[in-house]
Every structure is written in C-alpha cells, then in structure tokens.
C-alpha cells in the first residue's frame, strides 16, 4: 500500500530556511493532492499547502509569502520550503494524501480526506 | 478562515458507552468534512469522510452526520483502542482548517 515517509533536518536556525521532503512509495502521483501540515502544541493541526499532481499549488496566506512546495515526479517526491523560520515554526511537520472528486455528469463534488500520512518528523527552530 | 469548533475539549467516558463528538464551523462547508483520530506519538488516521463515509477498514461502530455547519461523529459501544484525540477538518473554504479537538478518556 501507499507509504509516505518525511525526511529533512531535526534542527534550523532562526532566520534560515526549513526544507522537508516526502517520498511516496507503493503508489502513483497522479490525481492526487500532495500536501503538508504542521502541529504544534500553541497551534494544533495547521495546513500548510498542498502540491496537486498537476504541479498548481496552494499555500495557507498565513504562511504564504515564506512557503513554497514543489513535486518531482521522477522521484515520487514532494518538498517543502519555509523561510525566515522562528520559534514559532517548531512543530512536527507531516506530509499526507488528499483526494477529491468532481462529477461533470452530475455536477457534484466529492471530498475523500487526507487517507494516507507519514510518521511526522520533529523540526525544531533554534539557535 | 473558517472557524471549527469542537465540543467537548474532554469527554470522559467508560468501555461500552456511546460516544458523540461535535463540530460546529463558523460558516457553511457543505459536506466537505473529515475526522481524524490521533494517539499519542502517531499521524492523524482518517476516519470519517465527504461528512459520512467512513474510510477503509474503519470499524461499523464509527459514523459521522451532518451537513452545512454542524457535524457529528459517533462511536457506538466504545472499545480500549478508541480512546484518543478526534480532529474535524474541513475542505471546503480556503484555508482548509481543522477543529482544535476533543479529547476522549477513559472514565
């Protein structure tokens, strides 16, 4: 089955850039959104952005003018960027699925949620 | 951005009880609407989707209701392994969100 396993550095320094990748094993890119959430204990659950297999992207306009997610096909892989981090931005970051459906014939949208996550990987912001 | 409320933050309950979660969203989602379970150490798991559906090989004994701007999960006869954070999350309104949780204990 679809696996997805975040990878990137545990530790940043104030003011450099936070970057994470997401691999994806047993299964396809396609028609899928790819996405990035955060949490943290002040914050809870975040959405981040997400990557659809198009290569269109959407960002959180919380996070917008600092994040930029990207997909590489080649490799089955997602990144993440987040600049100019703070204290603020330590949480556990996790990569996940996300599907939805649009029925041209019937008109109606459907919304599968976010099935498949990765274990989350700890970042930590800290001189 | 749209604002989703859970309630109750805690509920206490024992093995074999009936469990009701609520989400209230501060405006309209239609039925674009998840709940997540999350333990402790662990990724959210998706439960509940699209308002009602439950999700591969989650339990009968999870449903979830609603439509517009208030939802509900049930967990029907509470098992050991249920006790757990729950999440809604909603995809209907730019920025997606998610509600701030209720936790279930054991009594």
């Known amino acids: 089955q679809v696996q997805l396993q975040e990878s990137g550095p545990g530790l940043v320094k104030p003011s450099e850039t936070l970057s994470l990748t997401c691999t994806v094993s047993g299964g396809s890119i396609s028609n899928y959104f790819w996405t990035w959430n955060r949490q943290s204990p002040g914050k809870g659950l975040e959405w981040i952005g997400y990557v659809h297999h198009s290569g269109s992207t959407n960002y959180n306009p919380s996070l917008k003018s600092r994040v930029s997610i990207s997909l590489d096909t080649s490799k089955s892989q997602f990144s993440l960027k987040l600049s100019s981090v703070t204290a603020a931005d330590t949480a556990v970051y996790y990569c996940?699925?996300?599907?939805?459906?649009?029925?041209?014939?019937?008109?109606?949208?459907?919304?599968?949620?976010?099935?498949?996550w990765g274990q989350g990987t700890t970042v930590t912001v800290s001189s | 951005d749209t604002v989703l409320t859970q309630s109750p933050a805690t509920l206490s309950l024992s093995p074999g009880e009936r469990a009701t979660l609520s989400c209230r969203a501060s405006q309209l989602v239609s039925t674009y609407l998840a709940w997540y379970q999350q333990k402790p150490g662990q990724a959210p798991r998706l439960l509940i989707y699209d308002a009602s559906n439950r999700a591969t090989g989650i339990p009968a004994r999870f449903s979830g209701s609603g439509s517009g701007t208030d939802f509900t999960l049930t967990i029907g006869s509470l098992e050991p392994e249920d006790f757990a954070v729950y999440y809604c999350q909603q995809r209907d309104n730019w920025p997606y969100t998610f509600g701030q949780g209720t936790k279930l204990e054991i009594k």
């Open positions: 996940a699925r996300d599907r939805d459906h649009y029925d041209s014939s019937s008109g109606l949208y459907y919304y599968y949620g976010m099935d498949v």
